[in-house]
């Protein structure tokens, strides 16, 4: 009986935080043998696969055909970086998704106009530095033509 309560009342810990209760020497196992380091170990399992574990081990009866079909669902649909049915389908969860599928032409997109405005603005910026630089010169030689008018002037003609 006591367990019984203990399942329907206590939460079971999220697997990423499971994962940093273990022993050093199991964690650092556990991590050698995916390939990573045991501190990212963590955070891989952190968001969908938390939320998947969550649901398997959920306290609503659910028919055992459904729970192993979704189970499986959702375990795709994280290996394809889509939206997984475990989670609250919020707005910017699902743009999270949406850009990690499309990496490459989200990059592109935030990177393309980036430098086509900064060579805008340089462009801008040298071209008024040449105006003025034109209009500095244009002076220069109005003061000097006059300079050489009034010489010339002084001199008997």
Do not use: C
């Amino acid at each position: 009986m006591k367990s019984r309560r203990i399942i329907r009342e206590v939460e079971p810990l999220k697997p990423s935080t499971r994962l940093n209760t273990r022993p050093i020497p199991t964690a650092t196992r556990t991590a050698r043998q995916r390939g990573t380091a045991p501190a990212q170990l963590s955070l891989l399992l952190r968001g969908d696969l938390d939320w998947i574990v969550d649901e398997g081990a959920g306290k609503e009866p659910q028919p055992p055909v459904r729970n192993r079909q979704r189970l499986a669902l959702d375990i795709q649909r994280h290996l394809h970086n889509e939206p997984v049915f475990a989670r609250p389908p919020t707005a910017g969860y699902r743009i999270s998704r949406l850009i990690r599928r499309n990496r490459l032409a989200f990059a592109a997109a935030a990177g393309g106009p980036g430098p086509g405005w900064a060579g805008t603005v340089i462009s801008t910026a040298q071209a008024m530095r040449a105006r003025r630089a034109e209009q500095v010169a244009a002076a220069e030689r109005g003061a000097r033509g006059r300079s050489a008018r009034v010489m010339l002037g002084d001199l008997p003609r």
